[in-house]
């Protein structure tokens, strides 16, 4: 069964920056939308950004002008890159896809904690 795998996530201190990675372990079909969620223990997965194709991106009010997703339709492959991180930011942090058939995927998760 096809996963999605995430890949970057790690320490960092507040203001410097992280990129995270997410694609798929095997042949799929299209993505139409890929996005990243994340979340904290006792707090529900929140959407943090996602992407319908170029230039239809939306983000959480939190992230808008510091986090930046981008999508290789050809490779599958999604990827956020943080800017500016802050304590707040810190969760793990999910890939989410739906391909042309509506199947849905989920990454196991990747942690990211903002720290100094």
């Known amino acids: 069964q096809v996963q999605l795998v995430e890949s970057g996530g790690g320490l960092v201190k507040p203001g410097e920056s992280l990129g995270l990675a997410c694609g798929p372990t095997?042949?799929?079909?299209?993505?139409?939308?890929m996005a990243w969620y994340r979340q904290v223990p006792g707090k529900q997965r929140e959407l943090v950004a996602s992407s319908r194709g170029v230039r239809m991106a939306d983000y959480a009010d939190s992230v808008k002008g510091r986090f930046t997703i981008s999508t290789d339709p050809a490779k599958n492959m999604v990827y956020l890159q943080m800017n500016s991180l802050k304590p707040e930011d810190t969760a793990v942090y999910y890939c989410?896809?739906?391909?042309?058939?509506?199947?849905?995927?989920w990454g196991q998760g990747t942690q990211v904690t903002v720290s100094s």
């Open positions: 095997g042949n799929v079909f299209g993505f139409m939308i």
């Open positions: 989410y896809a739906r391909d042309t058939n509506g199947r849905t995927y």
